[in-house]
């Protein structure tokens, strides 16, 4: 269940830049490398997007659209913070009301 699930080896994609080593002689005896990239490893183009164009009309409803979800996030948070701070309250007064119960009976 935990062990990782790998691709099978032949339809794991190819790396991206492979570079194969050829050794060209010098005048003088000695060797050097130069790096050639492949050309098997060149991978397909992505598709091109497409672009969006806006209108008048879209960039007021993407304004509309945008206030309108911020007014229902305040409102979604205003009323958690106030469904707290009435918890809260309410807490704090059955604290006074039990500490002043336990008080009376001494």
Do not use: H, W
Request: aromatic share 2%; with cysteine.
């Amino acid at each position: 269940m935990f062990t990782p699930k790998y691709p099978a080896p032949d339809t794991a994609p190819p790396p991206l830049n492979t570079l194969v080593v050829q050794l060209v002689p010098e005048d003088e005896g000695r060797a050097s490398a130069a790096l050639a990239p492949t050309a098997q490893s060149q991978m397909p183009a992505p598709p091109a997007r497409r672009t969006v164009q806006l209108t008048p009309a879209s960039v007021v409803t993407v304004a509309a659209g945008g206030t309108a979800a911020a007014l229902v996030v305040g409102t979604v948070l205003v009323s958690m913070l106030l469904a707290v701070a009435i918890t809260a309250v309410s807490v704090a007064v059955c604290a006074v009301v039990l500490r002043s119960l336990l008080n009376n009976n001494r």
